[in-house]
């Protein structure tokens, strides 16, 4: 192992040409090509041929460095965007300010390859539109954009070294998770960043840095100058993680959950409904991890009706709730109501999600009492919504101490999460407003699309 004396492992140290980055010998790390996937050693390996450098970076070698398997392999190269277009002839550009190259191949698979950059897109502050020359970057440049030391390492098949410019390694072999540079001030620049910093710790059980987490802590509401679109989409990625509930309990510690869901700032000053909130949360996570044969998913509307499900059962006393006759139908416009005012719009959340939303809710208390029953009227298993509703009240039986909710009910490919599931008053039928294209695998496809 080589170092040099000016690297900080906080990342305060400011890229500049003096600085050199830690190499971290073959022996002296778990990694080696073998572990990497083999469509990622083509394009590494095909990078080198072609006489450019090629590196395995951010989230894979950090799980590779955990023996965990990585979702997935991105790779970085001093190669430019048109260069690695023609290098690659099956990939294709994405991305408007910083352009990254998707390199496909057979059963789906893409590897991302981007070009070294100087900054991130959310550290710039000077212009509207990044010149197209001062893009690109060094290595070194590289490293000191990304969020966090665990994720700002590279990994170089020539040698099978990792290059460490601002402590990566020794924060994992610590179990620390740290903000690259001064955290008051990335995180200003990008309030995102503390989503990322919290998911990194719940996922690998590690400590987040006393330093980054004080801004956090501080800094918390600034999520609230972000884009509703880009909460929604961080806020996905912890539901589905399988690491849900240890999420929630840093989001509790830190704030961040009372600044996302204001509502549960008083709510969950009890023990009561925190626990309530973790045992579902306990559920989404069991059924995510508990894949077997098929993968276990479940559809955003039903994740955000569970996240929410303690607030909903309090502001209306939901499992208690008359909703025969027009007890059904003014339970179905309070609750439309509080999910619009409330939470669709803070979170971008689709009318037709709603629609599902609500359905879920308003069942609620008839789908329970029918499973104590253990009998599900004819009628009723003819509804549109009766498969959901199933599932949404198995879960939630089993985080109030019923029985395990079976993965089979949840196996398989997920609903679209655009589909309404309350029962509608029916339609003319005209038209495919809303409808799924036609595709075939034969040959020719329908009328002439495959």
Not at 365 to 385: I, T
């Given at each position: 192992?080589?170092?040099?004396?000016?690297?900080?492992?906080?990342?305060?140290?400011?890229?500049?040409?003096?600085?050199q980055?830690?190499?971290?010998?073959?022996?002296?790390?778990?990694?080696?090509?073998g572990?990497?996937?083999?469509?990622?050693?083509?394009?590494?390996?095909?990078?080198?041929?072609a006489?450019?450098?090629?590196?395995?970076?951010?989230?894979g070698?950090?799980?590779?460095y955990?023996?965990?398997?990585?979702?997935?392999?991105?790779?970085?190269?001093?190669a430019?965007?048109?260069?690695?277009?023609?290098?690659f002839?099956?990939?294709r550009?994405i991305?408007?300010?910083?352009?990254?190259?998707?390199?496909?191949?057979?059963?789906?698979?893409?590897?991302?390859?981007?070009?070294?950059?100087?900054?991130?897109?959310?550290?710039?502050?000077?212009?509207?539109?990044?010149?197209?020359?001062?893009?690109?970057?060094?290595?070194?440049?590289?490293?000191?954009?990304?969020?966090?030391?665990?994720?700002?390492?590279?990994?170089?098949?020539?040698?099978?070294?990792?290059?460490?410019?601002?402590?990566?390694?020794?924060d994992?072999?610590?179990?620390i998770?740290?903000?690259?540079?001064?955290?008051?001030?990335?995180?200003?620049?990008?309030?995102?960043?503390?989503?990322?910093?919290?998911?990194?710790?719940?996922?690998?059980?590690?400590?987040?840095?006393?330093?980054?987490?004080?801004?956090?802590v501080?800094q918390?509401?600034?999520?609230?100058?972000?884009?509703?679109?880009?909460i929604?989409?961080?806020l996905l990625?912890?539901?589905?993680?399988?690491?849900?509930?240890p999420?929630?309990?840093?989001?509790?510690?830190?704030?961040?959950?009372?600044?996302?869901?204001?509502?549960y700032?008083?709510?969950?000053?009890g023990?009561?409904?925190?626990?309530?909130?973790?045992?579902?949360?306990?559920?989404?996570?069991r059924?995510?991890?508990?894949?077997?044969?098929?993968?276990?998913r479940?559809?955003?509307?039903?994740?955000?009706?569970a996240?929410?499900?303690?607030?909903?059962?309090?502001?209306?006393?939901?499992?208690?709730?008359?909703?025969?006759?027009?007890?059904?139908?003014?339970?179905?416009?309070?609750?439309?109501?509080?999910?619009?005012?409330?939470?669709?719009?803070?979170?971008?959340?689709?009318?037709?999600?709603?629609?599902?939303?609500?359905?879920?809710?308003?069942?609620?208390?008839?789908?329970?009492?029918?499973?104590?029953?253990?009998?599900w009227?004819?009628?009723?298993?003819?509804?549109?919504?009766?498969?959901?509703?199933?599932?949404?009240?198995?879960?939630?039986?089993?985080?109030g101490?019923?029985?395990?909710?079976?993965?089979?009910?949840?196996?398989?490919?997920?609903?679209?999460?655009?589909?309404?599931?309350?029962?509608?008053?029916?339609?003319?039928?005209?038209?495919r407003?809303?409808?799924?294209?036609?595709?075939?695998?034969?040959?020719?496809?329908?009328?002439?699309l495959?």
């Amino acid at each position: 192992m080589t170092a040099d004396s000016s690297i900080d492992r906080g990342g305060g140290q400011k890229p500049s040409s003096k600085v050199q980055g830690t190499i971290i010998e073959q022996d002296d790390h778990p990694i080696r090509p073998g572990d990497l996937d083999r469509e990622a050693l083509k394009v590494l390996y095909r990078l080198r041929d072609a006489g450019f450098a090629a590196y395995l970076v951010g989230g894979g070698v950090r799980d590779l460095y955990l023996g965990k398997r990585p979702k997935d392999f991105d790779i970085s190269t001093n190669a430019h965007p048109g260069q690695l277009r023609k290098l690659f002839r099956n990939s294709r550009t994405i991305g408007r300010r910083f352009r990254l190259v998707q390199v496909f191949y057979r059963g789906n698979k893409i590897i991302e390859v981007s070009t070294l950059r100087s900054q991130s897109e959310y550290d710039i502050r000077d212009s509207k539109v990044l010149p197209s020359n001062n893009t690109f970057g060094t290595l070194e440049d590289d490293a000191f954009r990304r969020d966090l030391t665990i994720n700002s390492l590279f990994y170089e098949i020539e040698h099978n070294t990792i290059i460490d410019y601002v402590g990566g390694v020794a924060d994992l072999n610590d179990g620390i998770v740290r903000i690259v540079g001064d955290p008051e001030v990335r995180i200003t620049r990008d309030p995102v960043r503390m989503l990322r910093a919290v998911r990194h710790a719940a996922r690998a059980g590690f400590t987040i840095e006393d330093r980054t987490w004080q801004a956090i802590v501080a800094q918390r509401d600034q999520l609230n100058l972000c884009p509703t679109s880009r909460i929604r989409d961080e806020l996905l990625k912890d539901l589905v993680s399988g690491c849900s509930r240890p999420w929630a309990e840093k989001c509790v510690q830190s704030g961040i959950l009372f600044t996302l869901f204001p509502f549960y700032e008083s709510l969950l000053a009890g023990d009561g409904e925190k626990q309530q909130l973790y045992s579902i949360l306990n559920v989404i996570d069991r059924l995510h991890g508990n894949c077997g044969e098929q993968q276990v998913r479940l559809p955003e509307y039903m994740l955000f009706a569970a996240i929410l499900f303690p607030w909903i059962e309090k502001e209306f006393d939901l499992l208690n709730r008359e909703v025969k006759g027009g007890g059904y139908r003014t339970l179905l416009t309070e609750i439309r109501v509080a999910l619009e005012e409330v939470i669709c719009t803070r979170f971008n959340i689709k009318r037709s999600a709603k629609e599902a939303i609500t359905t879920l809710y308003v069942n609620m208390p008839s789908f329970q009492s029918y499973r104590k029953e253990k009998n599900w009227p004819k009628w009723l298993k003819k509804k549109s919504y009766f498969d959901d509703c199933v599932q949404f009240s198995a879960l939630i039986e089993e985080a109030g101490g019923g029985p395990k909710a079976a993965e089979t009910l949840f196996a398989g490919t997920p609903k679209q999460d655009n589909v309404t599931l309350q029962e509608s008053g029916g339609g003319s039928g005209r038209g495919r407003r809303g409808g799924n294209p036609v595709f075939t695998s034969q040959k020719g496809g329908v009328f002439g699309l495959r």
